[in-house]
């Protein structure tokens, strides 16, 4: 992140630590997903990255300044003096919104989703900066949906149990789309789920997502080809007939996908496949992100 780079060296102190994060806006959104695709091992491309799909740093705590070391002192203080540190600062670096009246926050809990972000977060106003303990509370949004089991992966120590479930959505034309995984099962239950998935197995010539049949060992959705985070690991996956339908917990959508890993709610066996579609997702309202980074303390 070149441009990030030089923009903290503009705004920011000369010798500070600053706590805050990297995001890349499209439009009037955050977008997760242009922000991976910033992360990359070739300088060529670095560059020419941050020219078409430049980033921004949002700041949210000042740890040290000069030779004051803040980390001790509560964050009511930390945050007014980032307040003031930031005061002159300029695009790409902002000062998160940050409020102590619980029904604003309540309306930016709300509000905010619209704009890509998955929720809030709660510090207490006397709490310290304790590296490596969670001290913070993010509140997050959770949801559940109805997903297709459309295929699965063996687990990275035993060929003979599911390491994680695919699921799909249909859309209004038919299709059945890559929504995401659930995992994280207990190890019988791993071993468990295999044996009684091998009645669904299928090939790829009678299975919706049949191009994986000339593309297996890579991963779905297929914009997500050519992961760098999975260089040398095997992203092929055993297509199922698409029968079984599962209820599981999301936070946030990127696209049309979930952001995170889903979490098993429960099978659905009342559930018929083709009844789960996009349309049982709860879209947010759409919100500009500019509107959310022009506030500052309220």
């Known amino acids: 992140f070149p441009e990030i780079v030089e923009a903290v060296k503009a705004n920011l102190p000369e010798r500070s630590v600053v706590d805050g994060e990297i995001v890349v806006v499209v439009g009037k959104r955050l977008e997760f997903e242009v922000l991976q695709q910033r992360i990359h091992p070739a300088s060529s491309r670095v560059t020419r990255l941050s020219r078409e799909t430049p980033a921004t740093f949002i700041a949210f705590d000042l740890l040290a300044s000069g030779e004051e070391d803040y980390s001790t002192r509560p964050f009511a203080q930390r945050r007014a003096l980032l307040e003031q540190a930031l005061v002159k600062a300029r695009p790409p670096v902002y000062l998160t919104p940050a409020t102590t009246d619980h029904r604003l926050a309540e309306q930016w809990f709300e509000q905010f989703e619209g704009a890509g972000l998955d929720g809030v977060v709660a510090k207490p106003l006397e709490g310290t900066y304790e590296p490596d303990k969670r001290v913070m509370f993010k509140i997050k949004h959770e949801r559940t949906a109805d997903c297709v089991v459309a295929g699965y992966r063996v687990h990275v120590?035993?060929?003979?149990?599911?390491?994680?479930?695919?699921?799909?959505?249909?859309?209004?034309?038919?299709?059945?789309?890559?929504?995401?995984?659930?995992?994280?099962?207990?190890a019988a239950r791993r071993r468990e789920l295999f044996v009684e998935l091998q009645a669904l197995v299928t090939t790829f010539d009678d299975h919706p997502w049949a191009w994986a049949r000339e593309e297996e060992g890579t991963r779905t959705p297929r914009t997500a080809e050519g992961s760098r985070w999975a260089v040398g690991k095997d992203l092929s996956f055993t297509p199922l007939r698409?029968?079984?339908?599962?209820?599981?917990?999301?936070?946030?959508?990127e696209g049309i996908r979930f952001r995170h890993t889903a979490q098993f709610v429960r099978w659905r066996p009342d559930r018929e496949p083709r009844s789960c579609t996009y349309e049982q997702l709860e879209e947010p309202v759409k919100y500009d992100l500019a509107d959310i980074l022009s506030l500052e303390h309220r």
Not at 170 to 182: H, K, N, R
Request: proline residues 5%.
């Open 157 to 186: 120590t035993d060929a003979e149990s599911i390491g994680s479930l695919l699921l799909g959505l249909y859309t209004d034309a038919g299709e059945l789309m890559s929504v995401g995984v659930i995992g994280a099962f207990p």
């Open 242 to 253: 698409p029968e079984r339908v599962v209820e599981v917990r999301y936070e946030h959508m």
